[in-house]
């Protein structure tokens, strides 16, 4: 069974750094796709990076772009980052971390697995 457990959320000021971590349990980590999405208060859902099994290809959205990477360790922590920089107060949301093991475009596909999120609050 897959579980993902996210981690590394917090309150920082505009401007400042974090990274998230979201660590895979229970299966060979490496066949899945993973990504990472946010939701803010009364918006949608909004995907925010996406990284291939192999790590070899990443994805961000134009609304993080030059500010956060994703990436993943596959060898011995099954776990994929996401870092975020110069934060906006935008940027508040809580990001959840998601896995799949479909053959779908990585930049696009569903995801059938979810973390429970880890809130991110950007103050001025």
């Known amino acids: 069974q897959v579980q993902l457990v996210e981690s590394g959320g917090g309150l920082v000021q505009a401007g400042g750094s974090l990274r998230l971590s979201c660590v895979d349990s229970?299966?060979?980590?490496?066949?899945?796709?993973m990504g990472w999405f946010r939701q803010a208060p009364g918006k949608e859902r909004e995907r925010v990076a996406a990284?291939?099994?192999?790590?070899?290809?990443?994805?961000v959205s134009d609304s993080v772009k030059g500010r956060f990477s994703i990436s993943r360790n596959n060898i011995t922590k099954n776990t994929v980052y996401l870092q975020m920089s110069a934060l906006k107060l935008e940027d508040t949301a809580v990001y959840y971390c998601?896995?799949?093991?479909?053959?779908?475009?990585?930049?696009?596909?569903?995801?059938?697995?979810w973390g429970q999120g880890t809130q991110v609050t950007v103050s001025s």
């Open positions: 990284i291939s099994r192999s790590g070899d290809n990443t994805y």
């Open positions: 229970g299966h060979t980590f490496s066949n899945y796709r």
């Open positions: 998601a896995a799949s093991a479909t053959k779908s475009d990585f930049t696009s596909g569903p995801y059938e697995y």
